[in-house]
């Protein structure tokens, strides 16, 4: 079944199919990032692919590979099909000069979680996201760790860390903006 969801992509999404592979049973397709939102709206919508799950957004930093040529970065999607149970990864490749994609929070709604990590540890951003806030990092926090240019001893701004109340102590009220 899982051949006959790549044969689909590359039929309906010829143009923006960059490769394809089912090493092992990893069913792969590499995206030109135009056709990201089209053909996953695909994957979720079409009865016979039935890409329910969004199972997780990820990026890798190629430029520590020996040898390798082409784009430093690439986004990562994994989809599970519940009902068909068959599994589809999609890769976006990008450039370091333009780290920015469509956001798929309006089809999955969980995808948000991982393209703020992907966001917090690699600098991808996410167009129409509704909340680019960092999600593993503090605010102030500068770069990106996940990034193989990021040093190994990178020092960050040191922040002033809440305070909790010991297990005996009575908490604070709540100010009004608090609610």
């Not at 689909?8 to 394809?20: A, P």
């Amino acid at each position: 079944m899982s051949q006959q969801v790549l044969d689909q992509i590359v039929k309906r999404f010829s143009d923006s199919v960059l490769s394809t592979h089912a090493h092992r049973g990893d069913e792969t397709v590499v995206l030109h990032r135009n056709a990201l939102v089209a053909v996953v709206q695909f994957l979720r919508d079409d009865p016979q692919m039935a890409f329910n799950f969004c199972v997780d957004i990820t990026a890798v930093d190629l430029s520590a590979m020996p040898d390798y040529v082409g784009p430093r970065f690439e986004v990562v999607y994994h989809f599970h099909s519940l009902s068909h149970k068959h599994r589809i990864r999609l890769k976006v490749p990008l450039e370091e000069a333009d780290l920015e994609l469509d956001s798929l929070s309006h089809l999955y709604g969980g995808a948000n979680w991982f393209e703020r990590e992907v966001w917090d540890m690699f600098g991808v951003r996410f167009r129409n996201s509704p909340d680019h806030r960092r999600i593993l990092l503090y605010e102030e926090f500068v770069g990106h760790p996940l990034r193989k240019d990021y040093p190994q001893r990178g020092y960050q701004p040191l922040i002033d860390m809440p305070t909790l109340p010991r297990p005996d102590e009575e908490l604070p009220p709540l100010a009004s903006e608090d609610l």
